[in-house]
């Protein structure tokens, strides 16, 4: 049986209760305060300590220290008045246990109220913070599109120019072949004239006499060393052909290109190896990312999720262009409850399965229904949904998702139990 403790002391001012309790060996750990407006209890076994109030108290501003073998409370009242006695006068069995349930109920009622505001204080920061990442996304992504479309403008632009220099040339050319057409035309009345007068005659060049030749053929003589070329002399042509590594010809304008650019990817390479340090354990054959792809999804069929997530994050740090990496990686945090992480990995996903077309329709659905599932755990209902309506838009027929996509309809509309 407890030990009652009455030799305490006791002074107030019309705002405030000062309290002694002294008690031999107290300490923080092993004394129990129970503080409410109109009871106070401190119980450290064997000493058991017990007052009902005078009048109302503000408990949550009073204070309690404990230390030196005394409990010494700072009791502050809710009307400025002097008190009589510290403790009620007259009060029977049923009448303080009537104030210890009641100050049982209004400490509960308090403490449920502090769960609640801090579960809605979660709530708040985790919707502000998952507001903050879809913002940073969507402005990442608005800056990708606005990238594109520069690229785009810059090649059209690039393509209208090269038509406009090809056009341009092409016009060179005609004009070039008309002038060649007048010049011969040209040349073919003077023949004309010309033999018209007697100076060329119709007769085969080996009969004519040297002086004929000089006097009457200089025209004709012009001609064929003009449209006659002269032979060709005999020559030989060295070619030498150079190691490739690429599969397309050797452009010696791009040629100090390439070298830079295989020294860059040499230059990779080495520092792949270096920087991660699991490469060093393992063989050849592992360190491909499908490889390891394959190795996680066995480790999630076996429901080992940790070390499933350790093959996709190897594999992701050799190639983190691999959309499937992500969403199986979002599968393994969904089943260990890292919402978070699975909201993160299926975004990524989605990223990379662009642009979307039939090949990549199912992954993109699984990869909003998991991004959906982990909306609704953390009780954002309509982000959720949004998810839910967008995989089914990719498969309208799939009855499992229609049937989940209602249910969170019904939670949002409060006409069913959240689950």
Partial sequence: MPLQVSNYSWQQTETAVFLSLPLRGVCVRDADVFCTENYLKVNFPPFLFEAFLYAPIDDASSKAKIGNDAVVFTLYKKKAVLWETLCLRGVDKEMM???????????????????????????????????????????????????????????????????????????????????????????????????HKGLIRNVAPSSLTPKGRESGNIFFEKLKED??????????????????????????????????????????????????????????????????????????????????????????????????????RAACHLKLKNLHKTIEDSSKALELLTPPVADNASARMKAHVRRGTAFCQLELYVEGLQDYEAALKIDPANKTVQRDAEKIRNVIQGTEVKS
Wanted: charged residues 40%; glycine residues 0%; aromatic residues 6%.
């Fill in 97 to 195: 246990q009537r104030i210890r349930e009641e100050s049982i109920l209004q400490a509960q009622e308090r403490a449920k109220e502090a769960v609640e505001a801090k579960a809605v204080a979660r709530r708040e920061d985790q919707k502000y913070a998952l507001d903050v990442m879809m913002k940073i996304e969507e402005e990442e992504r608005k800056k990708i599109e606005s990238i594109k479309e520069n690229e785009r403008k810059k090649a059209t632009e690039e393509l209208e120019a090269w038509k406009e220099n090809r056009r341009k040339a092409e016009e060179k050319k005609k004009i070039q072949k008309q002038d060649k057409l007048c010049q011969k035309k040209q040349m073919e009345e003077e023949r004309k004239k010309f033999k």
């Fill in 227 to 328: 449209s006659i070329p002269a032979p060709r002399s005999a020559g030989s042509i060295k070619i030498n052909f150079t190691p490739r590594a690429f599969p397309t010809a050797l452009r010696e304008s791009q040629a100090a290109e390439e070298e830079e650019w295989l020294h860059k990817q040499a230059e990779a390479r080495r520092a792949m190896n270096t920087d991660i340090p699991e490469l060093s354990d393992l063989k050849e054959d592992e360190k491909n990312p499908e490889w390891l792809k394959d190795k996680g999804n066995k480790l999630f069929a076996m429901e080992n999720y940790l070390a499933a997530i350790n093959a996709y994050n190897l594999a992701i740090r050799l190639n983190n262009k691999i959309p499937l990496l992500y969403l199986n």
